[in-house]
């Protein structure tokens, strides 16, 4: 009979007692719970990716009929063109959000919250795993959106600079994955999710300058406009397409705008971070 001590020191394929097997950083771990969340939405594309283009496409046939009669333009250009670069990126916030928003509050739902919480990760994987699915989401939504935008007729979706595009897009997806994280950490039941969603995430989405330019607002409201992060998403994704903007009237006002997202992503990553460290409505 084979001495299991002497086979594990000669077998190369096993490791020597007391030598971790998982690293600093979880990597397999990390990997599969990021697959799990993406595979979660993956098996409900039509509703998770498609249906938003589709939604979001309706919008803009909407809107441009509504408002962009009579050759209306607005930062120079026609108002279909004006408005698409906002559809797009407001519906990769809204979906990136609905993702991480479920993820917990439906393990907290369905007793299955220790698959969350007994596998080997850390916070810090934790956190990264449902934050790049649910941004991975939001991406596709968009790629799906801008693909239903760019067949629209009269909507022009010329790439100006790729960079705040993808930047601005990225931020703008990370925000809400981050809030929807939190969301799932403190909601109970899906009324509490939908609160959020009705009551926070929408208004914000829709009085962010997605439909208009803000210096047609009072100054009043344009200085609370100012303090919605989302308004900085949606003008900066727009200087991507457009090179015009009303977070300023130079490129450095969006580069100060793309530089305040990001710290503010760190500010809430940390945020979040220490309130899923801490276990708070999930342990207990």
């Not at 007793?111 to 080997?120: A, E, Q, V, W």
């Not at 210096?215 to 989302?230: G, Y």
């Not at 457009?242 to 305040?260: P, T």
Request: charged letters at 10%.
């Amino acid at each position: 009979m084979n001495d299991p001590v002497k086979e594990t020191a000669t077998n190369p394929a096993f490791h020597q007692f007391g030598e971790p097997v998982i690293g600093r950083v979880n990597r397999l771990g990390l990997w599969t719970l990021y697959i799990k969340e993406v595979r979660r939405f993956f098996k409900v594309q039509t509703q998770t990716i498609w249906a938003p283009a589709i939604t979001t496409l309706l919008y803009l046939v909407i809107f441009s009929v509504a408002l962009g009669r009579g050759g209306r333009e607005v930062l120079g250009v026609n108002f279909t063109t004006f408005v698409a670069p906002g559809l797009i990126v407001m519906g990769m916030m809204q979906n990136a959000f609905a993702n991480a928003s479920f993820s917990l509050l439906g393990g907290k739902i369905q007793g299955t919250i220790i698959d969350y919480l007994m596998p080997p990760l850390s916070t810090l994987e934790l956190l990264t795993g449902l934050v790049c699915a649910a941004a991975t989401r939001g991406i596709l939504v968009g790629l799906a959106v801008g693909l239903a935008v760019w067949l629209y007729p009269g909507a022009d979706l010329s790439l100006a600079h790729p960079v705040a595009i993808a930047w601005f897009g990225l931020m703008g997806v990370i925000l809400l994955s981050l809030m929807g994280v939190l969301t799932s950490i403190w909601a109970e039941k899906f009324d509490h999710n939908a609160a959020v969603t009705n009551f926070i995430v929408a208004p914000l989405a829709l009085l962010s300058g997605t439909f208009y330019v803000i210096d047609n607002l009072s100054p009043v409201f344009q200085t609370i406009s100012r303090f919605n992060p989302f308004f900085y998403v949606i003008s900066g994704f727009r200087y991507g397409f457009l090179v015009e903007s009303d977070i300023g009237e130079s490129g450095h006002a969006v580069l100060w705008a793309g530089l305040g997202l990001g710290l503010l992503n760190v500010v809430l990553f940390v945020a979040t971070y220490l309130v899923l460290k801490s276990g708070w409505k999930l342990r207990s």
